[in-house]
């Protein structure tokens, strides 16, 4: 498996999805310069956290527009699994591979600590590793991290599957306490319609590996690598 970490002026979880990817995969991935406007084949693509571009305009706007993307965008609607975490998911709906968008949290404060995320479905690349309806924690660590989606949008997400994960109680309950930004519906992560692009706020590469407090995102990083090897 061949696997490319996008990287931007200022991403800052690039060398720990890195990390993740290669504990998984058993070789580092490639890491690929935003100005490169074409990189070699891969098997997927992950767009990591971090402040692309400083976050002017909004976050992820620039970076959507980068030289880069045209492939990444590319490569993606021909069915090539992509993963957004954080700004990478800021990112990816900037760029029109995820429905809806990424705004202001509801408390307009930066939030930085574990939270609780439900698994809506284990029937995806991303998530095989998982059962539906497990609960995970996993570190959020973003401003603008609240999913917002205009009423038709939210409708076929549920009709089709493409909520990815939700902000839960321990009970994996949502609820308004264990909703760390506002978002609508406690939506934590979101898919295409193929379930070949998943973006989500927390960042599964920071509870990877036992020597980091935990390793709840493992099994997506084992999953990918299993599905696509």
Not at 107 to 132: G, H, M, P
Not at 195 to 200: R, S
Request: net charge negative; aromatic share 6%; charged share 25%.
């Amino acid at each position: 498996m061949k696997a490319a970490v996008i990287v931007f002026p200022g991403s800052n979880c690039d060398r720990d999805v890195k990390v993740a990817l290669a504990q998984s995969m058993g070789s580092d991935p490639i890491m690929v310069w935003h100005k490169d406007t074409d990189f070699e084949a891969v098997d997927l693509m992950v767009l990591p956290g971090g402040f692309s571009y400083g976050d002017y305009l909004r976050c992820g706007a620039m970076a959507a527009h980068a030289p880069v993307m045209t492939e990444v965008v590319r490569r993606a609607r021909d069915g090539v699994p992509t993963l957004g975490i954080c700004n990478g998911f800021q990112v990816l709906t900037e760029a029109g591979l995820l429905p809806g968008v990424l705004m202001r949290n509801a408390e307009l404060k930066f939030v930085c600590r574990d939270v609780l995320i439900r698994v809506e479905t284990s029937q995806s690349l991303f998530t095989a590793r998982y059962e539906a309806g497990q609960v995970l924690r996993i570190p959020v660590a973003h401003h603008d991290g609240n999913y917002e989606a205009d009423e038709d949008t939210f409708k076929r997400l549920e009709d089709r599957e493409q909520i990815a994960f939700r902000y839960c109680d321990r009970d994996g309950t949502p609820s308004e306490t264990a909703n760390p930004n506002g978002s609508m519906a406690n939506i934590a992560g979101v898919y295409n319609e193929s379930k070949t692009v998943l973006g989500l706020m927390p960042h599964p590469e920071r509870l990877s590996d036992p020597q980091l407090g935990g390793d709840d995102g493992r099994p997506l990083f084992d999953g990918l690598v299993e599905a696509l090897s």
